[in-house]
């Protein structure tokens, strides 16, 4: 199993810089997640083991009560049937987080977010490929398996920002906190590589979704350059050749 969410979280709550770019994630309770209601619009709540965008429930604040989603099924509800709305897409053996909600900008009416993939082939970690997820259409998520799909990440913040400097500085910014992502992560953890996801809201600030221990790679098969891709599955070669202490 891999490294649970909530370790990660309060690993990286220690780094003074990656501090300022986490949204506030607690424990799952019910009095929890309404007090971050009275505070958001959004919630979602993850399964604390969960990966591939599975299981995650967003509860949203709409005109006469909450819509809340898991998948592609929706619920609308009163305050009074909110708890029972949740409770009947949580899985009883897993531990949940509830995360305020961002708001993600959008490429061509989808939201998307930064995947960075980090590996450690030798002693130092680097930026293998980076890429947009853009999510499906009427997903919430933009996991590869729940329909994402791979655009260059260049691309999607041309779109964005058309200012090429606000474009260099946002790249700049996503590269120094993937580092410290991987650098603070692997201090307490044996991992060579690391999936950085980065959700980037309109105005350009950065923050951190999620760091997968065990990145999956398929998003870089659908870019139309293959150095990411082929750099990563090179780098995987090298990890399984040379171990390191």
Not at 45 to 65: D, E, L, Q
Not at 109 to 131: C, L, T, V
Not at 223 to 238: A, F, H, Q, S
């Amino acid at each position: 199993m891999g490294i649970g969410k909530m370790k990660k979280h309060r690993e990286m709550l220690q780094h003074s810089v990656l501090r300022r770019h986490i949204p506030e994630t607690v424990w799952f309770t019910h009095a929890r997640a309404l007090r971050m209601l009275r505070s958001y619009s959004t919630i979602f709540i993850k399964p604390n083991h969960g990966s591939g965008g599975n299981g995650i429930i967003r509860v949203n604040r709409v005109r006469n009560g909450y819509e809340v989603r898991c998948g592609l099924r929706r619920t609308l509800v009163g305050s009074a049937s909110l708890y029972k709305a949740i409770q009947s897409y949580l899985q009883p053996s897993e531990q949940y987080l509830v995360q305020r909600g961002l708001r993600l900008a959008q490429y061509k009416g989808s939201i998307f977010d930064a995947r960075i993939y980090m590996q450690k082939p030798n002693k130092k970690w680097e930026i293998s490929g980076m890429a947009a997820r853009v999510a499906a259409p009427r997903r919430f998520v933009t996991n590869y398996h729940k329909g994402g799909h791979g655009v260059q990440l260049n691309r999607v913040l041309s779109r964005l920002f058309k200012d090429r400097k606000k474009i260099n500085a946002t790249l700049r910014k996503i590269t120094t906190i993937s580092h410290y992502m991987a650098r603070t992560i692997n201090k307490r953890h044996a991992i060579r590589e690391l999936g950085v996801d980065l959700g980037i809201e309109k105005n350009g600030r950065i923050w951190i979704i999620e760091a997968n221990s065990r990145p999956g790679h398929k998003l870089f098969t659908q870019l139309p350059d293959k150095t990411p891709l082929l750099r990563i599955m090179k780098n995987k070669r090298l990890i399984r050749r040379r171990p390191i202490n």
